[in-house]
């Protein structure tokens, strides 16, 4: 009975490993940003709406940044997200097949 190549074993799962390192960064990368959009969307643009004095669409900027414009921004985030995860999925899984 033949043993196992425990070496090509070990470089197997430690290429597994860097993969999933590198699939999570990304993923933390992502969620990042898109969560420092939501911040400044959120908090900060909101907070300055009422200097940001001038008429959007017939209205103040700042009362349609707060009713419209952030539910709008909202709206993109979470489609953007879903869409860069289902890219970051598929590549994941295309390297584990080719790996």
Not at 11 to 38: E, G, M, P, V
Not at 69 to 82: E, R
């Amino acid at each position: 009975m033949d043993m196992p190549d425990y070496d090509a074993l070990n470089q197997r799962s430690q290429q597994a490993a860097t993969a999933r390192s590198a699939y999570w960064r990304r993923t933390r990368r992502l969620t990042a940003a898109l969560l420092l959009a939501w911040f400044l969307i959120s908090f900060v643009l909101i907070y300055f709406a009422r200097q940001l004095s001038f008429d959007f669409f017939g209205w103040p900027f700042g009362f349609w940044v707060a009713s419209q414009g952030a539910l709008a921004v909202f709206c993109l985030i979470v489609a953007y997200y879903a869409w860069a995860m289902r890219r970051l999925d598929e590549q994941a899984r295309a390297d584990s097949k080719n790996g």
